[in-house]
């Protein structure tokens, strides 16, 4: 299994492991975009990885599939309780359960509280504008973009997208991650040249991370699905990666040590030395 990443990019062990480090901080918040049901459950995989979904902020771009997300809530639960799991995700599920029992304990009140807002990863200026709640600080995350061929090219919405992103963070320090695959199907669409340049310009170092957390959530309850609904877990477990976009920081914050290590390295790729 090819955990490398996308053929037009070069992989970082250790930016992989600060990312990891980073979306498993409890103290980060962490905003996902661009929901459908190829990605309903990964926000519920990482809150239960961090013990809470303190700080995770799921949305919702057409408003409708309530019951879909419920569902999806109620099989990771019950997926994750019967399965025979590796002891941290056993440790992890305790105490997510006991965060859930302050909720309410019920799988509505569960898939309300991931699914309360709506956003388009297009316009998250306008987001954060009407949910103050959300701090402008948090990790930004894309995942699987895709869009009908009649709604334009999914390059330009990655495009899109970043330049968004970038009108929030503004400053330094921003992380945006995209999840992508390298599934010839889909990895030609994204044309990572033209991606990488337009993020450059606005400020961002790029990192491919790999898959190895995305793998991780698999573990958690994460379930990939296609958005026509055909079954691609399986088939697509092994092409999932993460690339994170930085903005180099002049001077890193001590008390994010992760943050520091991923900021520093987009200061050595950049070339602009730390100070």
Not at 102 to 108: A, E
């Given at each position: 299994m090819d955990l490398s990443g996308s053929p037009h990019t070069v992989f970082s062990a250790d930016a992989a492991?600060?990312?990891?480090d980073i979306l498993l901080d409890?103290?980060?918040?962490?905003?996902?975009?661009?929901?459908?049901a190829n990605y309903r459950t990964l926000p519920l995989a990482l809150g239960i990885a961090r013990g809470s979904l303190n700080?995770?902020?799921?949305?919702?771009?057409?408003?409708?599939?309530?019951?879909?997300?419920?569902?999806?809530?109620?099989?990771?639960?019950?997926?994750?309780?019967?399965?025979?799991?590796?002891p941290d995700v056993r440790h992890a599920l305790e105490e997510f359960l006991t965060y859930l029992s302050?909720?309410?304990?019920?799988?509505?009140t569960l898939s309300d509280?991931?699914?309360?807002?709506?956003?388009?990863?297009?316009?998250?200026?306008r987001f954060f504008e009407e949910h103050p709640e959300c701090p402008k600080d948090a990790v930004i995350w894309f995942e699987s973009p895709w869009r009908q061929r009649r709604e334009g090219p999914v390059s330009e919405l990655l495009c899109e997208f970043i330049q968004s992103a970038s009108e929030v963070q503004e400053s330094s320090g921003g992380i945006?991650?995209?999840?992508?695959s390298t599934n010839m199907a889909y990895s030609p669409e994204y044309k990572w040249d033209e991606l990488v340049r337009h993020a450059e310009q606005r400020g961002y170092t790029h990192f491919d991370c790999g898959g190895s957390f995305v793998?991780?959530?698999?573990?958690?309850?994460?379930?990939?699905?296609?958005?026509?609904?055909?079954?691609?877990?399986?088939?697509?477990r092994g092409s999932m990666i993460l690339h994170a976009f930085v903005k180099p920081r002049s001077k890193p914050l001590s008390c994010?040590?992760?943050t520091c290590n991923l900021t520093s390295l987009s200061h050595q790729q950049s070339g602009t030395p730390v100070l």
């Open positions: 492991k600060a990312l990891n409890k103290t980060r918040s962490v905003l996902f975009v661009g929901e459908q700080g995770v902020f799921a949305t919702y771009y057409e408003k409708g599939g309530e019951a879909a997300r419920l569902q999806d809530v109620v099989s990771v639960m019950q997926l994750l309780e019967r399965r025979d799991s590796h302050g909720l309410g304990d019920t799988w509505q509280h991931i699914y309360a807002w709506k956003a388009d990863a297009r316009y998250l200026p945006v991650i995209l999840g992508t793998l991780r959530m698999y573990d958690y309850g994460y379930y990939h699905r296609s958005g026509s609904g055909m079954p691609v877990h399986n088939a697509l994010f040590s992760c």
